[in-house]
């Protein structure tokens, strides 16, 4: 498993499977269909959404939501951390607006 420090913390990382990609693909639609006022994320927040749903499926002992993660991710190197954590679980942008999977 790899391992990505992010602050002062540093968490286990491997590959996510087709089906997390479908649990936030849907997640996203969900997302979307919200509406004004309702308490939707941001395409910004939504990155740190799908780093946060893979470290706690890896690290099982995580419990923050989203904004404690936020909080706790510095912005020196914060693409570079990004960009890292996605090689290694696959995720990116384009897998989740391309529509895999869909008819």
């Given at each position: 498993m790899a391992k990505v420090k992010i602050g002062n913390k540093?968490?286990?990382f491997e590959s996510l499977s087709t089906l997390d990609l479908k649990?936030?693909?849907e997640g996203r639609d969900k997302?979307?269909?919200k509406k004004e006022g309702e308490d939707k994320l941001t395409d910004y927040e939504w990155t740190f959404y799908m780093i946060l749903y893979a470290?706690?499926?890896f690290n099982l002992d995580i419990?923050?939501?989203?904004n404690e993660f936020m909080d706790s991710f510095p912005l020196i190197d914060i693409w570079i951390k990004v960009e890292e954590i996605f090689e290694i679980t696959g995720l990116n942008e384009k897998n989740l607006t391309k529509g895999i999977g869909k008819k």
């Open positions: 540093e968490y286990e649990n936030l693909d997302n979307k269909a470290i706690k499926k419990k923050m939501s989203l």
